[in-house]
T-cell receptor, first 114, second 113 residues
Framework: DGGITQSPKYLFRKEGQNVTLSCEQN?????MYWYRQDPGQGLRLIYY???????QKGDIAEGYSVSREKKESFPLTVTSAQKNPTAFYLC?????????????FGAGTRLSVL | AQSVTQLGSHVSVSEGALVLLRCNYSSSVPPYLFWYVQYPNQGLQLLLK??????LVKGINGFEAEFKKSETSFHLTKPSAHMSDAAEYFC???????????FGKGTLLTVNP
């Protein structure tokens, strides 16, 4: 079944803890993105990666880290430096070439602080 | 740089009524424009896109949008609302070769029976 898989669906973080959100895709897309969604704020870009072993900061990268060791995977770590991590996190992908304009989204991970 | 303004964070219509969700954009280069829909606790689904071809774009579920360069607008419409249209709608813009999308803050559509 093709698509973007985000896991877990719900995640709870304790004070001072790092947590990692998984994003896996089998669409063979080159680019991958992480967004944070807060009520009434729309989506804000955290990090994006256009190719393997390369990624760039988005608009709100502080307190987050990523890696892109494989084309299929783009995990996001929410570090203890992120003081307000409670949000809905969305992973997206896009192809290269003429169809690169369209971003496709996973189902999201909801992160809460205990 | 690009930006998007969605006028009205909440729009309420009756079933069968016209749906109009407003989006204005700012872009220093010819833009690509998108409308996405999000149902509760789900990801975003693409409704339609404008990529410099026809200015009137038809999407899924009976939605359409018209690109008006003079007004820097890309409003989303549907002639007759259905209960299943209740969701949050996001307008997004991408400029030039940059991969990045800039999203509006969203408009929550409620449909009353």
């Amino acid at each position: 079944d093709g698509g973007i898989t985000q896991s877990p669906k719900y995640l709870f973080r304790k004070e001072g803890q790092n947590v990692t959100l998984s994003c896996e895709q089998n669409l063979n897309h080159d680019a991958m993105y992480w967004y944070r969604q807060d009520p009434g704020q729309g989506l804000r870009l955290i990090y994006y990666s256009q190719i393997v072993n390369d990624f760039q900061k988005g608009d709100i990268a502080e307190g987050y880290s990523v890696s892109r060791e494989k084309k299929e995977s783009f995990p996001l770590t929410v570090t203890s430096a992120q003081k307000n991590p409670t949000a809905f996190y969305l992973c997206a992908t896009s192809a290269s070439g003429a169809s690169k304009n369209i971003q496709y989204f996973g189902a999201g991970t909801r992160l809460s602080v205990l | 740089a690009q930006s998007v303004t969605q006028l009205g964070s909440h729009v309420s219509v009756s079933e069968g009524a016209l749906v109009l969700l407003r989006c204005n954009y700012s872009s220093s280069v010819p833009p690509y424009l998108f409308w996405y829909v999000q149902y509760p606790n789900q990801g975003l689904q693409l409704l339609l896109k404008y990529t410099s071809a026809a200015t009137l774009v038809k999407g899924i579920n009976g939605f359409e949008a018209e690109f008006k360069k003079s007004e820097t607008s890309f409003h989303l419409t549907k002639p007759s609302a259905h209960m299943s249209d209740a969701a949050e709608y996001f307008c997004a813009v991408r400029g030039g070769s940059n991969y990045k999308l800039t999203f509006g803050k969203g408009t929550l559509l409620t449909v009353n029976p």
